[in-house]
C-alpha cells in the first residue's frame, strides 16, 4: 500500500508493508533515507544495506560501500532504529548483526536480490524529491 505519510514499523527494520509512492535513490547514503522509501525498492527487488554506528564506524561503511558497489538496485543508509549496528534487508528477510560480514552478507544479497513481489529493472524515478531526511 503506497502512503505519502510517515511509517511507524513496529518491527525495525522493515521489510515489507506500507510504503512511500517513491523510491530511495540506488547509492549510498550519508544521512538516513526514510525506512518509507527503501521498503518501495524492496518491493521492486532490491537489497537494502543498512547500519547503526552512533560512534561511527568508518571502516565498516567502506566495506559495505564496496559490497554494495558492485551490485544491481542496491541502498546503503544509516538507519537509527536497527536493533544491531548492521542489517541487510529484501523483501520479507532481514539480517541483523553486530559485525559485518561480507560473506554473509553477500550471499543474502544473492539468495533474495530481485526476489520481490515487483521485479523492477529500472532506476527510480527521478520526479521524486530527494529521499533524506530532513535534518
Known amino acids: ?9 513496529a518491527d525495525p527494520p522493515p521489510t515489507s508493508g506500507p510504503h512511500n509512492p517513491c523510491w530511495a ?6 544521512t538516513a533515507a526514510l525506512p518509507e522509501r527503501w521498503v518501495h525498492n524492496l518491493e521492486h527487488g532490491a537489497v537494502v544495506f543498512l547500519y547503526n554506528c552512533p560512534d561511527g564506524c568508518a571502516a565498516d561503511v567502506a566495506t559495505l560501500t564496496n559490497l554494495v558497489s558492485s ?4 541502498v546503503l543508509t544509516p538507519y537509527p532504529a536497527l536493533p ?3 542489517g541487510v534487508v529484501s523483501w520479507g ?11 554473509a552478507f553477500a550471499a543474502f544479497y544473492e539468495k533474495n536480490f530481485d526476489n520481490a513481489p515487483e521485479s523492477e529493472p529500472e532506476a527510480p524515478s527521478d520526479g521524486c524529491p ?3 531526511r530532513l535534518q
Not at 93 to 102: E, I, K, Q, S, T
Open 1 to 9: 500500500m503506497h502512503t505519502p505519510n510517515p511509517v511507524v514499523y
Open 25 to 30: 535513490r540506488y547509492t549510498v547514503h550519508d
Open 71 to 74: 551490485r544491481e538496485r542496491t
Open 84 to 86: 544491531g549496528k548492521f
Open 93 to 103: 528477510h532481514r539480517l541483523v548483526a553486530n559485525c559485518v560480514d561480507p560473506v
Open 130 to 132: 530527494p529521499d533524506d
